[in-house]
């Protein structure tokens, strides 16, 4: 609990940038790379207030190939609520979102190609009774704000009615909402419910609710930067780095 409690006062009150990289930009404005750090183990937070997770790790790697590949950038990272990030990149606030992004249609922005191949589950309390898709009618669901999990509870709304769903910008609050019983599930990206699964207070549906692949987002138009982060991206996945990485997260696929 007082880790949770220190990720929620990180998210909430972290407006500063962290730096990271020792080259110049041919630019003089850095790359400002967007992630909520509240998704663990794709996008964390430690108690001293560093952003953790394999996709601060992928980003990284990304930018140090960049910049060994004939690229000059400098990039720094900012915490935000997950709801925000879109918005913050076309408002030219932010450029990058990586944060276990997935394409959708109303998702306003520039896909990069796929890192990740994920899917969208219900996360229920390790003694629930719900066994099947079916059973989630009716029931109390949370969800992230703006994430595809609260599209896809949305439709469950939509067949039957008596079917709430809450949306929170921080999804260990959901979480932690789930364990006090104030939902009866939570829906949210696979590995990330596999992680939660990890304590034994919880255990995932077996059902898939909608298979996505997870991506990095820029502003529409900025494809100068898009395509440079592709090259990066595919040189990555390539890469020993990527397996390495996953194994270190728990996210083989």
């Known amino acids: 609990m007082k880790q949770f409690l220190m990720k929620a006062i990180v998210l909430c009150g972290m407006s500063f940038l ?26 964390d937070v430690t108690t001293s207030g560093e952003l953790t997770g394999f996709d601060y790790e992928m980003g990284e790697w990304i930018f140090d190939w960049l910049n060994q590949n004939g690229y000059s950038y400098t990039h720094e990272w900012k915490a935000m609520s997950f709801d925000t990030i879109i918005t913050a990149i076309n408002a030219d606030q932010v450029d990058l979102g990586i944060s276990g992004f997935t394409y959708a249609e ?63 910008s921080d999804m260990g609050i959901c979480v932690e909402t789930l364990k006090s019983g104030g939902f009866d ?23 898939v609710l909608v298979d996505e692949q997870m991506k990095i987002i820029a502003k529409e138009g900025n494809t100068e930067l898009m395509d440079a982060i592709n090259k990066a991206l595919d040189a990555f996945l390539e890469s020993d780095a990527y397996p390495e990485l996953l194994k270190t997260y728990g996210i083989e696929s």
């Open 185 to 207: 599930a939570v829906i949210l990206d696979i590995a990330i419910a596999k992680n939660y699964e990890k304590s034994g207070e919880f255990k995932v549906l077996e059902e």
């Open 106 to 168: 109303d998702r306003k922005v520039l896909f990069s190609n796929t890192y990740y191949d994920s899917s969208q589950v219900a996360l229920l309390p390790s003694d629930s009774s719900i066994s099947s898709l079916d059973d989630l009618y009716g029931k109390a669901i949370g969800v992230q704000l703006g994430s595809t999990g609260e599209s896809a509870a949305n439709e469950l709304v939509a067949k039957d009615a008596s079917t709430t769903v809450t949306s929170i």
């Open 18 to 43: 962290l730096a990271c990289g020792s080259t110049t930009n041919t630019s003089s404005a850095p790359i400002v790379i967007a992630m909520s750090p509240d998704y663990p183990p794709f996008d």
